[in-house]
């Protein structure tokens, strides 16, 4: 793409986006521009990806048509509100803060005719294995949404979904990295209880991760029935599966995703 494409945050999903779109090829460095307050992160934006970074946002309203919204939804209002004057008909805003319905976006640019495009993506898109997905107002068009996912799909995979859904996203995908580090963590733990020196133990863990991913994704089917395949009668699988399930690991997951899905709803209403 050749239009240039303006980014407010220069924080980590902010870096992430502008990461997997350079190298992915879908925009070059010269055509990116990051509003960062901070003079050392925009140093560092600069040194590493070769962009343009600027401290105010007031150019890149100006140079920019397509302007990705990376800030947190505490401050976004404020942003927004100070932007009105700077925000045209020409602009595609794509906002990735969680919760802030699309409506919040309208009311805070006084605007009903602008093209906003609300993102849930997550932070695996620093290596190009992000999860995203998109909706978008009433004043977007099909280009626009076509336009958007081919930018997320630069950092992963991308799905358009109703705005509905967009909080139980928050909770799966957009807070599920957390989720796998936490449990990679715990096995690893427990492969050193059980007496492996630490580096073996990350090895085994990560890859083990790793591969069972791929398995699932190769083989297709359901992962009940790839479960079934590890699982002998009376062996060592079932025993840990039956921990699990007595201490109730699936509904703890459900929980936990819940919780998150429950709170991004808390972020729209504040």
């Not at 009105?84 to 976006?105: C, E, V």
């Not at 999860?131 to 004043?139: P, T």
């Not at 992963?156 to 957390?178: I, M």
Request: charged fraction near 20%; glycine fraction near 10%.
């Amino acid at each position: 793409m050749t239009e240039r494409i303006g980014c407010i945050g220069g924080g980590q999903m902010g870096e992430a986006l502008i990461k997997g779109i350079i190298q992915s090829g879908l925009y070059q460095s010269s055509n990116i521009t990051i509003a960062e307050p901070d003079e050392g992160r925009r140093g560092y934006l600069e040194k590493t990806y070769a962009i343009k970074t600027v401290e105010s946002s007031t150019e890149l309203w100006q140079e920019c048509a397509i302007i990705i919204l990376a800030v947190t939804p505490q401050i976004m209002g404020a942003l927004l509100r100070e932007s009105r004057q700077h925000i045209q008909a020409h602009h595609l805003l794509i906002t990735i803060a969680a919760g802030l319905p699309l409506s919040f976006y309208s009311e805070c640019t006084g605007s009903e005719t602008c093209r906003i495009i609300r993102v849930m993506p997550n932070t695996p898109a620093l290596v190009l294995q992000g999860a995203s997905a998109i909706c978008g107002n009433r004043n977007v068009s099909k280009s626009d949404l076509e336009k958007t996912v081919v930018i997320f799909n630069a950092v992963g995979k991308t799905v358009v979904v109703d705005e509905t859904y967009l909080d139980a996203v928050t909770g799966l995908s957009g807070s599920g990295p957390a989720y796998v580090f936490t449990f990679v963590e715990a096995l690893i733990d427990a492969g050193i209880k059980c007496g492996l020196p630490r580096t073996v133990a990350e090895s085994l863990t990560i890859q083990t991760i790793l591969g069972s991913i791929k398995l699932l994704q190769e083989d297709g089917g359901h992962p009940a029935a790839l479960r079934s395949k590890v699982t002998s009668p009376g062996g060592t699988t079932i025993a840990g599966l039956h921990v699990l399930e007595k201490a109730g690991f699936s509904g703890i997951i459900m929980d936990a995703v819940e919780a998150a899905t429950d709170r991004s709803r808390i972020l729209g209403k504040i």
